[in-house]
């Protein structure tokens, strides 16, 4: 339910990417990044390409009286066009304030998923609708090597193995699932990220016993 956001800068070929919860973006943690990246790499922010990625709307994100005063806290009345309060509860447009947030350095490319992972179970997985039962979503970016680096390669087959993933998740028998799961950790040693083997294996059972229940 988290934001994920994606900065690409073309000119300097830098990127880098933020999670965002509501606390994330009460802290402006976008905004952060990309002045990050113009002091690390001299990024510009007209020069910036975001992505802001599937995340909960304000249709879903129905909280108390906390998170505006946060946003307001942050951004005073700037806030008000992303809170709406409906009855005792207030809805947030997390998605808009990030978008603001860069708006605000002159970031003029940005590009914002439309999709809620509240509303959209099909293709994602909510903690606001599942809770602990739920998975885990990944948003990757990488810069490609010109002269095909091998490591490009190995984070495109890793893609690949989370998409099928993905695919055969609602319909693959419990044992089948486990060791494609498990099989990911391949992928990731490839990549140089370890973890504990024996930890991997219990959560990749856990995951598998609850899509075989949930269908």
Same mark, same amino acid.
């Given at each position: 339910?988290?934001?994920?956001?994606? &900065?690409?800068?073309?000119?300097?070929?830098?990127?880098?990417?933020?999670?965002?919860?509501?606390? =994330?973006?009460?802290?402006?943690?976008?905004?952060?990044?990309?002045?990050?990246?113009?002091?690390?790499?001299?990024?510009?922010?007209?020069?910036? &390409?975001?992505?802001?990625?599937?995340?909960?709307?304000?249709?879903?994100?129905?909280?108390?009286?906390?998170?505006?005063?946060?946003?307001?806290? #942050?951004?005073?009345?700037?806030?008000?066009?992303?809170?709406?309060?409906?009855?005792?509860k207030w809805h947030i447009?997390?998605?808009?304030?990030?978008?603001?947030?860069?708006?605000?350095?002159?970031?003029?490319?940005?590009?914002?998923?439309?999709?809620?992972t509240a509303c959209r179970?099909?293709?994602?997985?909510?903690?606001?609708?599942?809770?602990?039962?739920?998975?885990?979503?990944?948003?990757?970016?990488?810069?490609?090597?010109?002269?095909?680096?091998?490591?490009?390669?190995?984070?495109?087959?890793?893609?690949?193995?989370?998409?099928?993933?993905?695919?055969?998740?609602?319909?693959?028998? +419990?044992?089948q699932l486990l060791e494609?799961?498990?099989?990911?950790?391949?992928?990731? #040693? +490839?990549?140089?990220?370890?973890?504990?083997?024996?930890?991997?294996?219990?959560?990749?059972?856990?995951? #598998?016993?609850?899509?075989?229940?949930? =269908?």
């Amino acid at each position: 339910d988290c934001g994920t956001i994606l &900065l690409y800068d073309p000119v300097h070929r830098a990127i880098g990417a933020v999670h965002a919860g509501w606390r =994330g973006v009460a802290a402006g943690l976008v905004a952060k990044t990309a002045l990050k990246m113009h002091d690390t790499f001299g990024t510009e922010p007209k020069d910036l &390409l975001c992505a802001l990625g599937p995340a909960i709307g304000p249709c879903c994100f129905e909280t108390d009286d906390d998170v505006p005063a946060a946003m307001h806290n #942050a951004l005073g009345a700037q806030a008000d066009p992303f809170l709406t309060r409906r009855g005792a509860k207030w809805h947030i447009d997390l998605k808009a304030i990030n978008a603001h947030w860069l708006k605000s350095l002159g970031v003029r490319h940005i590009d914002i998923c439309p999709h809620c992972t509240a509303c959209r179970q099909d293709l994602y997985w909510s903690h606001r609708k599942v809770g602990n039962a739920r998975g885990a979503q990944i948003a990757l970016l990488a810069l490609e090597d010109p002269a095909d680096d091998p490591f490009t390669e190995k984070v495109k087959d890793f893609y690949a193995h989370l998409t099928a993933l993905r695919q055969m998740a609602r319909s693959a028998p +419990a044992e089948q699932l486990l060791e494609e799961i498990f099989a990911t950790t391949g992928y990731l #040693a +490839a990549l140089g990220v370890t973890e504990n083997g024996a930890r991997r294996r219990e959560d990749a059972r856990r995951f #598998a016993s609850f899509c075989a229940v949930s =269908g």
